[in-house]
Structure formats: structure tokens, C-alpha cells
């Protein structure tokens, strides 16, 4: 199994986002995640997520807009009006994007008013919450609409995020660097899937495998897991319950625990590349560099999963496909991050290892990684599925 999460620090717009101030349309939002918040100042931000609109026959479905095109922006206080050395603000009162001018909004709500309406069943319709909006600037509301494809009046509710619109793009002299939003971890996502499906590429691929072949992706783990889609959850083990006694001859009641017993979990999570400005940040002799590995994660205190065994498999896997690997631990006057692999290995009881691929400002709003090291990590990957089963069982530990 490949565990990864797909989530990202971000900005998520308030249930209540109507705000104005010195002339200008601004938007109320709340920090998700351990962000980099001050890269987000001075991006081209726009909006995307799921909306509940109210279909014609009653229902409530949900819909998946994304709104391809600039509209709110964090501007930076000038520095002639605060020479400040190092920059600070408050996240409450600091960090809302404006969306606009106030004036421009009336000049267009002038000219397309429409002429009010005398329904008295509208006004007599009542309404537990305010409406979408009322609780939002109407004019968010009307481009959210366009995008789901439905009038504004059908939106009851939405869970919507802030983006940065600057496509990814290779970078570098020699085009050996990505620079992207959101690498942690959609890198590790994108080198997970993509091996599952690789290593299914051949007719013949699943004729001797007596292994089920897995990857889990889940949401939150930037803020902790514990969510009904967090790998904190019972997800992932009910579902490997399910798959323990899905084939004939599998009905035992240990069937499940042995399943566990016999498996292998990779807890994929983009790494930290050395950073040249900061390298005394670093263990001296720890120091991944980009292009050169997926990193593997150690640490004493069980930050992350990894162990010897687990090592060992890794290291044989990579020896067979040809792929560099890297280690990794921290200072020890240094904190350490963690990863879903210790609270997935403490729920399962499964063997673990923590790994990933080394990138730099992790949780900024534009990250940068290594071209070589997405094709490394997924032939790591698939030789991980391919060459399982047959690597376990020489790996003896009393």
C-alpha cells in the first residue's frame, strides 16, 4: 500500500465573507494549515470548490467550480509607510483579499438591476440562514453561478478555497526544476497513481501476484487527520477489512489481522531538499538535494514510521529499478514535522516506511521540486508494487 494526502495549506473563504473598507470589496477568509502566509500577499488569487445548488425537482446536489481567472488579491502595505524589518501581520485583520472597488460594483449593479419583484410567497418563504447572497458579496455569488453552470438564487451553500492562478511550469537553466502550488502533496499523489497504474501496464501483470496492489489518498492531514476523510479515520481500515475477506477461502475471523500482519505501507510525503541559504539548518550529514532520490525519513522518536526492515525492502526495491535514494533526520535542536505514516502504522499495526521527494519552501504558495525526482518516485513506486510480494518474504525479523 501507498498512503499519500492531497491536501495544501490555504486560504478558505468564512461562512459570512461580505466585508468592505476604505472603498473596497474585500473577502473574509480563515487559514487552513500551517501556511507560509505572507507568500500569499501580492498573488493573483482566484476562487474554486464545491457549491450545493438546489435542483429544479427539489434536490440538493453538489457541484465542482473553479473560477479560471484572477479576482482577489492581499496587497502589501507599502514600505515607505512601515520600514519594518521583519514582515508581520495579523492573520484576522491583515489577511483579507480585496475583490474589488466599491464604486465599480455600484456602477454595475446600476445598470443591471433588474426590476424587483412582488411575490408574496418569497417573502413569506422562510429562511433559516441568510441567503448565499446576502452572506456574500452578490456579484462572488453570480460568477460562482456561471461557473456551476445555475442561478445564483439555487446556491444554498460553499466550501470554497483560494488559489494562486499562476500555472506550474518547468524552470531552471537547464529545465531541471517545477515550480508549482501545492508539490506537498500532490507530488507524492501524482507518483503514487501514476505507479499503480504503470505497473498494471503489461497483460500479464497480475498472473503470479498474490498481493493486493493499493493506494489511499486523504484530505486534512494539514490539520491533523482526525476527519471522516483524514487517515486518522476508520477509512482505510474498513476498507482493507472488506478486501481481507472478499475471495473464496478467506472467511476465516483472523483474516483481517493477518492481512495486516502481512502487509507493507509506504507513507508517501514530499521531503525537505537542503535550502543554500539556510544549510546550518540542516544535519550535517543529512542533506537531500534535488535530483537525486526520493528521500527516506528517520527519526528516534517516531516522527515518521520508518525502520531497518523497512529500509532494507526499500533499498532493494530501488536497487532493482535503478533508482538513487536519499536519508533523512533532523537536528536535534530541531523540531520535527510528521507524517500520516506513524498514526496509519499505530491504527493497522502494519509495517511502515516514510519517504518522499525533496522539495524546497514547503507550504508556500509556490514551491519548487525536481524534474528527475517525479520520474524516480514513480519507478520507485511501481517497482515497490511489482517486486513486494517476492522481496517480503527474504526479509526475515524474528
Not at 348 to 362: E, Y
Request: net charge negative; charged share 25%.
Amino acid at each position: 500500500m501507498i498512503a499519500a494526502h492531497t491536501d495544501s495549506p490555504t486560504l478558505r473563504v468564512k461562512p459570512v465573507s461580505k466585508k468592505q473598507g476604505e472603498g473596497f470589496i474585500q473577502v473574509g477568509v480563515e487559514t487552513y494549515g500551517g501556511g507560509l502566509w505572507h507568500t500569499w500577499f501580492d498573488r493573483d488569487l482566484s476562487l474554486a470548490g464545491r457549491v450545493m445548488v438546489k435542483g429544479e425537482g427539489g434536490d440538493f446536489v453538489q457541484k465542482l467550480v473553479k473560477i479560471d481567472k484572477p479576482i482577489l488579491r492581499i496587497p502589501t502595505l507599502a514600505i515607505h509607510l512601515d520600514r519594518q524589518e521583519t514582515f508581520t501581520f495579523n492573520k484576522e485583520t491583515q489577511l483579507f483579499p480585496i475583490a474589488g472597488l466599491v464604486a465599480a460594483e455600484l456602477a454595475r449593479t446600476d445598470e443591471t438591476r433588474a426590476p424587483e419583484r412582488s411575490d408574496d410567497s418569497l417573502s413569506e418563504q422562510f429562511e433559516p440562514l441568510k441567503l448565499a447572497s446576502e452572506r456574500h458579496h452578490p456579484y462572488i455569488v453570480e460568477l460562482i453561478a456561471k461557473e456551476a453552470g445555475v442561478t445564483a438564487s439555487s446556491i444554498v451553500d460553499f466550501e470554497l478555497v483560494l488559489y494562486d492562478t499562476q500555472k506550474a511550469c518547468i524552470g531552471g537553466l537547464n529545465d531541471e526544476l517545477i515550480f508549482s502550488a501545492r508539490l506537498d502533496n500532490l507530488g507524492m499523489s501524482y507518483c503514487s497513481v501514476t505507479a499503480l497504474i504503470d505497473s498494471l501496464s503489461s497483460p500479464g501483470a497480475l498472473d503470479n501476484e498474490r498481493c493486493i496492489r493499493l493506494v489511499s489518498l486523504f484530505d486534512h492531514e494539514e490539520i491533523g487527520s482526525q476527519t471522516a476523510q483524514g487517515a486518522d479515520s476508520n477509512f482505510l481500515p474498513a476498507i482493507i477489512r472488506r478486501l481481507s475477506v472478499a475471495g473464496p477461502g478467506n472467511e476465516k475471523e483472523t483474516a483481517y489481522e493477518q492481512t495486516l500482519a502481512t502487509s507493507f505501507l509506504v507513507s508517501a510525503d514530499m521531503a525537505h531538499s537542503v535550502n543554500p541559504n539556510y544549510a546550518f539548518k540542516y544535519e550535517s550529514d543529512h542533506k537531500p538535494e534535488m535530483n537525486k532520490g526520493t528521500v527516506v525519513k528517520i527519526n528516534a522518536n517516531a516522527r515518521y514510521a520508518t525502520n531497518s526492515p523497512g529500509i532494507t525492502l526499500i533499498q532493494e526495491v530501488a536497487r532493482r529499478q535503478k533508482v538513487p535514494l536519499q536519508l533523512f533526520v533532523v537536528r536535534n535542536d530541531s523540531t520535527c514535522g510528521s507524517t500520516i505514516g506513524p498514526m496509519l502504522a499505530a491504527s493497522l499495526g502494519t509495517r511502515t516506511l516514510d519517504l518522499g521527494n525533496p522539495q524546497l519552501s514547503m507550504h508556500s504558495i509556490r514551491e519548487t521540486g525536481g524534474v528527475l525526482d517525479v520520474g524516480y518516485g514513480v519507478r520507485l513506486f511501481e517497482g515497490f508494487f511489482e517486486h513486494f510480494g517476492e522481496l517480503e518474504k527474504k526479509i526475515l525479523v524474528d
